[in-house]
């Protein structure tokens, strides 16, 4: 019997084993065919499988209520195999314009490979069913979305996408799973970029794709084929990262709340989309769908104009100006500047994100350091856009 690489000294270390082995020495032949029929779990080469990745995996199923899960490198890595995995040529792909922006370069590759796709906005969602056509094959979204934060109701998406017998995708990148479970809600997958809330930190990059074992196994020939398995010192981070995962999603909502409804009162900012908040369009939706908050992203316009929203962002002192999200700290971009740059300009104005639009992401700092932050740098905003409630 191969010894279990997690358990190299007998009993186990409380910290998951960082297994940097390229490969396994074969005890046997008959342990290589044992391996090879899969009678019992063992590991043969890093591209395949390794204990560290292993490990993490089995965390976010759980996190997930999923069967089973599977790491990569990216969360771009876990979009792009779920579409290689599941489309073909000749199938139909409906995707939501208010979509992290690379999936639009992903799409043009699905494009190039015979597969039909259609860009839905948020208010399409409700009338889904008249764009499901007999070949579509699959239905991705995420909820609430990157970067307006609309949530989109995954039940009723779940009714259409069944209506032709299409698999229905989610990323709850934004959301989290301590936040929105989409399994429950009839998702057949839930997608993330591990790189965010579940790793937390600013310090590794990761994917990750939830469900059932039938899927795992899907998945698994195509990670194994194009190569995509994680690092196990990433792997590593994310398995620390999730230790405090539950404390750090907590933290950032109950912060996201407040920092929420304090910019609800500014006269600088207009059109402020946090699913916690009762003015929010989807907020009934949000209560349903959601728990334990409304997680940490929010995003508004700042000001008249994109003048005004840079000014902002540069006042800011505890808040950095960067891209990415869920991390320790709070982070605020304007999405029309950075996480848009992969749609064409006009695409990018295309279904409500305007050029002084910014999305912030709360971090676990105190929400009053965030609100004194945010107070003294919308002094240095030129512009009122509305009466002070
Ligand atoms: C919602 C969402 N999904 C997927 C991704 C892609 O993740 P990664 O940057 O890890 O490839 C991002 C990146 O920001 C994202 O915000």
Redesign the pocket.
Known sequence: MAPDPLTPYGNRPMVTPIVNAVNYEYLSFEVLRQITDGEIDGYTYHRDDNPTVREVERRIAELEGAEDCIVCT??????TMVYLTYLKAGDHLIIFHD??G??YKVSLILERLGVFVTWLTTEQAARIQEHVQPNTRMIFL?TPT?PLCRVLDVAAVREAADSVGALLIV?N??ATPYHQAPLSLGADLV??????ALGGHNDL???AIAGSKEHYNRLWFTRQAIGTTLDAYSAFLLDRGLKTFNLRAEAMAKGAQAVAEFLAQSPKISRLWYPGLPSHPDHAVAARQMRRGFGGMMAFDVGRDEEDAKRFIAALKTIYHA???GATESLICIPFLT?MLYLPPERRTSFGVRRNTVRLSLGIEPAQDLVKDLKQALACVAHEVKTAS
């Not at 990216?74 to 979009?79: F, H």
């Open positions: 990216t969360g771009m890595a876990a979009c979509t992290y690379a999936n995420e990157n990323d990148t934004f997608v993330h970029s591990a790189t965010k990059m990761a994917g891209v990415s999200l996480t």
